[in-house]
């Protein structure tokens, strides 16, 4: 079956980095797009970016533009998302998520993975 | 970015009600609207894609209509598994973003 999982959680002081992995089984990893979307506590969804993880090509939200990068390892079926420059406004559960195209619905999503950010 | 109106913020019902819930996007958007329902502590699951198409495995109750800026999702019947938060979502430009949820609650 399709499977989504994802790192563990994460904390990191401010100013640091985080990169959060999301392993994909079930499925033929390139023939996915993969989502990443972030909720903070008691707060609703938030698109981050997207992943082509066959050519590697990303999009990204604007107000994440500079300190978000994702990637992808096709060899291990793996997709990164990695966040800098964190604040404690950055502290969330960070989900990631497949579609089949770019602009269709997000069937199957990763557990989450909390990250806090706290000195 | 299009902008996305959804209501009510939250909602109290009993079992066997049927709910309706609506989403409003500051532009048009064709049929690039999904529904999702989260419940506490979990992944959001897809309920409703393209408006209008049930996910495989969503019970039948559930329900999508609309076109354009304006959509709704309807659950009849109320059940007990059913009292969780809801999203709307667009995937007609990016970024794809979400409504403010809705919190289904127990009457």
């Known amino acids: 079956q399709v499977q989504l999982v994802q790192s563990g959680a994460e904390v990191k002081k401010p100013g640091a980095s985080v990169t959060v992995s999301c392993k994909a089984s079930g499925y033929t990893f390139t023939n996915y797009y993969i989502h990443w979307v972030r909720q903070a506590p008691g707060q609703g969804l938030e698109w981050m970016g997207i992943?082509?993880?066959?050519?590697?090509?990303?999009n990204y939200a604007g107000k994440f533009q500079g300190r978000l990068t994702m990637t992808r390892d096709t060899s291990t079926s793996t997709a990164y998302m990695e966040l800098s420059s964190l604040s404690p406004e950055d502290t969330a559960v960070f989900y990631c998520?497949?579609?089949?195209?770019?602009?269709?619905?997000?069937?199957?999503w990763g557990q989450g993975t909390l990250v806090t950010v706290s000195s | 970015d299009i902008q996305m109106t959804q209501s009510p913020s939250s909602l109290s019902a009993s079992v066997g009600d049927r709910v309706t819930i609506t989403c409003r996007t500051s532009q048009y958007i064709s049929v690039d609207l999904q529904w999702y329902q989260q419940k506490s502590g979990r992944a959001p699951k897809l309920l409703i894609y393209s408006a209008s198409g049930l996910q495989s495995g969503v019970p039948s109750r559930f329900s999508g209509v609309g076109s354009g800026t304006d959509f709704t999702l309807t659950i009849s019947n109320l059940q007990p598994e059913d009292f969780a938060s809801y999203y709307c979502q667009q995937t007609y430009s990016t970024p794809y973003t979400f409504g403010q949820g809705t919190r289904l609650e127990i009457k």
């Open positions: 998520a497949r579609s089949a195209q770019y602009t269709t619905s997000s069937d199957s």
């Open positions: 992943i082509n993880p066959s050519g590697g090509s990303t």
